[in-house]
């Protein structure tokens, strides 16, 4: 047996399983159609979840779907000490609040599904340490002693002479001990971690073919980096590449801080003898301050963090669809052309991604937030309201659940046709939207006609309140209110106002307003005639006379 060998036995006395074992027995290659996808998201339980991890989790989602394939979620789970509690969980439910699914992985639960985990890392350390067990085997790895003192050595001294910083060439102290200094010190009880012994040379060059950014030529790796820690857990380097392979992940999705560490992924993708998948990485999500670009901060912005949408409201599918509109240009046109479609059925493609970032704007999300809830039912908008508000505004709740039939009503007036309104951007923005349709909610101090003047308002209420019969049909509603404006003084016809407005105070429209502010508060509603068959007749009496008082007052 040669040293290599004796080595490998050393170091993983435990292990028996052989790595080709896990390639072909273990997880078998997947069995999909040609041209399907394979694709992770693999967060780390570190800290909540970014509206950015939301980004790109939907372009794996989409790619894998869309091309009849499969997408899971794995958990990085190696660095324990930045672990939070309920990260997992957390990590979860929000993906699952904006309607991403995995075919395969971890569940909120802590339970999985799928035939290729453990879908947690933490949980692979024998796989990893059989990859491992091979390269040493091959002369590929071998064990580092160092303490933290002497890696701080080595770093003041590569600075000192204005080299590469790392652990490499002739400043890797523990790339040519013998077989027996290494048995020496493992009697001893000295700790170690496994390092990869590089092939990579100074000056030569790796090429990587991304899907998004095209051809990348970048310094080869010469680095002897860790591949095992010292309680035997691996990197992130080495684990990802053993786990995209044995999951057989087609596509790596990751953000473009990963660039950088793509030349040690391909070297560990060659010296295991593997074949390396695709890479697409993904530009970060920006923000607009001071007429510069950012990257979206969780400590500085609150929308940074999916909770923020979550509590203000936004539909999930509305905040899909705007992270589709970031994601590839040509989405709007797609959505113009196919108005009433699933989002999802949009052909998302990697090459129409912006290689320089996109720019996260809340007032345009609120615009396709708000174009997405006016295509919902009346029903459909009632019921995800009132989900809403039993978790962020229990008022609203007991009002619009004690009736959801009437909610319904109010949500159904101006819905539907060619040119739906679009009050309602976010669920937050109910209950400004329809407080003036409850006593409870409503504010009596509202908006007033105030091109009118007092004595004529009143007049048109009183004149009003005689004929008012909520049940009348539309046609003969509106022309009880040009009677009204007839009858006090006001141009029953706007054109003909308009032609001469000297001998009116106003015109039927004034009357309207006049009407409008009494029963609601507000200047623009939806439609009053559907607003008072609503309120009903009782209602709608009362609040003309409140306001007639309020008049009567001076008020």
Known sequence: MDDNRRLAELLFPHIEKQAKQYLTEV????????????????????????????????????????????????????????????????IIRGLDAFGIRFDEGVRADGTEQGAYGPYVQSRRAGIYQSFCKELVEKGLAYPCFCTEEELAEIRAEQESQKVLPGYHGEFARCRSLTYEQIEQNIREGKPYVVRLRSPGKPGGRVKLRDAIRGEIEMDENIVDIVLLKRDGIPTYHFAHVVDDTL???????????????APIHLQLFYVLGLKAPRFAHVSP????????????????????????????????????????????????????????????????????????GALFDLAKLDSVSAAVISRMEAGQVAQQACQWAQSFDRELYDVLSADMEYARGIFAIDRGGAKPRKDIAKWSDVRAYVSYFYDALRTKQGEQAETVAPCDRAAVLRA???????????????????????QTGFCPDVKAYKADP???????????????????GRKNTPDLYAIMGLLGQERCKMRINEALEELEHGK
């Not at 049909?473 to 209110?481: H, L, M, P, Q, R």
């Open 247 to 261: 999951m057989g992940t087609t596509h790596v999705v990751r953000g473009e801080e990963w660039v950088p560490s």
């Open 502 to 520: 000297s001998g009116y105070k106003g015109h039927v429209g004034d009357v309207s307003t006049v009407l409008r502010t009494a029963l609601t």
């Open 464 to 486: 009003y309140l005689e004929v008012m019969d909520v049940s009348d049909s539309k046609e003969t509603w509106f022309e009880k209110i040009r009677g009204v404006a007839a």
């Open 27 to 90: 997880y078998p290659p997947r069995s999909l159609p040609e041209g399907a996808m394979v694709t992770r998201f693999a967060p780390s339980p570190t800290g909540f979840l970014h509206i950015g991890g939301v980004y790109t989790a939907l372009v794996c989602e989409r790619l894998a779907h869309q091309s009849g394939g499969v997408c899971f979620l794995r958990i990085e789970d190696t660095d324990k000490k930045r672990e939070q509690q309920d990260g997992v969980s957390g």
């Open 285 to 356: 999500v920006m923000k607009e301050e001071d007429g510069s670009r950012r990257k979206l901060s969780k400590r500085r912005d609150p929308e940074a963090s999916v909770e923020y949408f979550v509590r203000e409201g936004y539909p999930a599918e509305a905040v899909v669809e705007y992270l589709l509109t970031l994601l590839n240009s040509n989405f709007e046109d797609w959505r113009r052309q196919n108005k009433t479609e699933d989002c999802r059925l949009f052909p998302f493609s990697l090459k129409k991604m912006s290689q320089s």
